[in-house]
């Protein structure tokens, strides 16, 4: 049985080294570097723009710790050279888990000649023309930066956040247009850098889709840090004024413009529906990307799809996990042995997290979506304030917010339903609450769940306290 996945990002490349694993004969097709958006121009090389900032903002910050002035020099292209080296690094690490006996990896662009056929295009002429049939397909081919259709959005220094990370200087003026995850990733970033950071967001509130207490206790830690955050802001035009780029916005009917050397665009993503020529394969899809059932089944029932193009939860965890169960039903159908562990995976608890400083982290239903759906809860909240680690480390910021059921038909009285927290390491925090939640955990449970002192961790036990 032959299975050909098209795409080697995080869901590509992980269900390949799965499969390939089940003793499927695996064939992946990759079209650049093995690794995807995630590895190459995402999550990654971001992370490492992470880490050097944090490591300005401890400089900035060297007379809290006791020491004297430090006088340096910030030489931008270091910060350039060491992400690519974690980028190469992890890179040839995944092409080494590709290496595997039952895995084909092709270097080129596929796509579909008709439902169960790829035609490769490839420089190289040993592939290009190549086609390759097969039992089954998973599409994996991602999403690409959304761009405002306004005037000026393509002028020169209107970047997207795979350009950023390669960009030669730091500017003196950065204007970010979208408040959601990538805008205050890197607005996080660049202020720590020393640029003066304008973000321009649409909608009543940064990060929308998040827990409304969680993003104005963020807005408002950002906005102490220097960078200008105007919302309910309707983005109209970009223009270039000599060596500047103006950004003209509407604000309650009032025009204002901000000055910028380089305009971020981090109005989201858009699933790669037009590569791959799905269409030749009769595969449905739309705007929000291809179509697929809760097995990661497209119309066409050998194919499936898994990631971002899917549209839903654009990360890179949740492509892999979709990886598992689109496996494990071509494992089952094929009469093969799947491990029966995807029976657990809970696509309804997926923890995200915002890596800005402090970071901001989520898992499961926010307050208002349970106001919204009738489920009535309880939130109990801790403050980071109030944790010795935390003032150890001099990141008194910071809040965790348990959503908690009452009690109903569908809910356990006292069942954890959510969490968000913001302040240091929420991201690495979040996942002890992922866990219980995956159990159907009680803030009981988690309150007798002994935790280290003192540790970050206890924030969260802190607010299950504020429960007994
Ligand atoms: P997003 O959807 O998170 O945010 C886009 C923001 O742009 C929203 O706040 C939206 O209201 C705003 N916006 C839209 N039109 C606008 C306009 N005309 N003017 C001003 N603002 C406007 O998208 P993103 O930040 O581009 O990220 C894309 C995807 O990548 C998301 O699904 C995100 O979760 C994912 N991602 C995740 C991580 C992470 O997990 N740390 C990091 C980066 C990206």
Not at 142 to 159: D, F, M, R
Not at 350 to 358: D, G, I, L, N, R
Request: proline share 3%; charged share 25%; hydrophobic share 40%.
């Amino acid at each position: 049985m032959r299975l050909t996945i098209i795409g080697a990002g995080p869901g590509g490349y992980e269900t390949a080294v799965a499969a390939a694993k089940s003793g499927i004969e695996t064939v992946i097709i990759s079209d650049g570097h093995v690794g995807g958006t995630c590895l190459n121009e995402g999550c990654i090389p971001t992370k490492s723009f992470c880490r050097n900032a944090e490591a300005m903002d401890l400089i900035a910050n060297a007379e809290t710790f006791g020491i004297g002035d430090l006088s340096y020099k910030f030489d931008f292209s270091k910060v350039l050279e060491r992400k690519n080296s974690v980028v190469a690094q992890l890179r040839s690490g995944v092409e080494g888990l590709l290496k595997h006996k039952n895995i084909t990896l092709i270097r080129g662009n596929a796509s579909f000649k008709d439902a169960h056929t790829v035609r490769i295009s490839s420089d190289n002429p040993e592939t290009d023309g190549q086609e390759i049939s097969s039992d089954y397909f998973i599409i994996a081919t991602g999403s690409h930066s959304a761009t405002l259709p306004i005037p000026g959005n393509k002028l020169e220094g209107v970047i997207t956040s795979k350009e950023i990370l390669d960009i030669e200087s730091v500017p003196k003026k950065l204007c970010v247009i979208g408040a959601g995850v990538i805008g205050l990733e890197f607005a996080s970033i660049f202020r720590s850098f020393g640029s003066e950071v304008n973000v321009l967001e649409y909608c009543k509130d940064i990060l929308p889709r998040f827990d409304t207490d969680l993003a104005k206790r963020l807005k408002q830690a950002l906005v102490k840090r220097g960078i200008g955050i105007e919302t309910g802001a309707q983005v109209q035009s970009i223009e270039r004024d000599g060596d500047k780029l103006v950004v003209t916005y509407l604000k309650k009917d009032k025009e204002f413009r901000v000055e910028a050397d380089k305009v971020l665009m981090a109005v989201g993503r858009r699933p790669n529906t037009t590569s791959a020529a799905i269409d030749a394969a009769g595969i449905e899809y739309g705007p929000r990307g291809v179509v697929v059932d809760a097995d990661m089944r497209t119309n066409v029932p050998h194919i499936f799809a898994i990631g971002d193009i899917t549209g839903g939860m654009m990360l890179a965890h949740v492509a892999t996990f979709q990886g598992k169960l689109a496996l494990k039903a071509i494992l089952e159908e094929s009469g093969m042995c799947s491990n029966g562990d995807e029976a657990r995976i809970r696509l309804d608890i997926v923890p995200a997290a915002v890596f800005t400083k402090p970071e901001a982290a989520t898992v499961g239903k926010t307050e208002d979506e349970c106001k919204n759906a009738s489920i009535p809860v309880k939130c109990l909240k801790s403050f980071f304030r109030a944790n010795g680690k935390a003032l150890s480390m001099d990141e008194p910021e910071g809040f965790c917010k348990l959503v908690v059921a009452e009690g109903s038909e569908a809910y356990a009285p006292g069942q954890i339903l959510g969490c968000h927290l913001f302040g240091a390491h929420s991201a690495d925090l979040i996942q002890e609450v992922a866990s219980l939640m995956n159990h159907n955990a009680t803030v009981a449970e988690l309150a007798s769940t002994v935790h280290a002192h003192p540790t970050l961790g206890e924030v969260i036990l802190d607010a299950a306290h504020t429960a007994l």
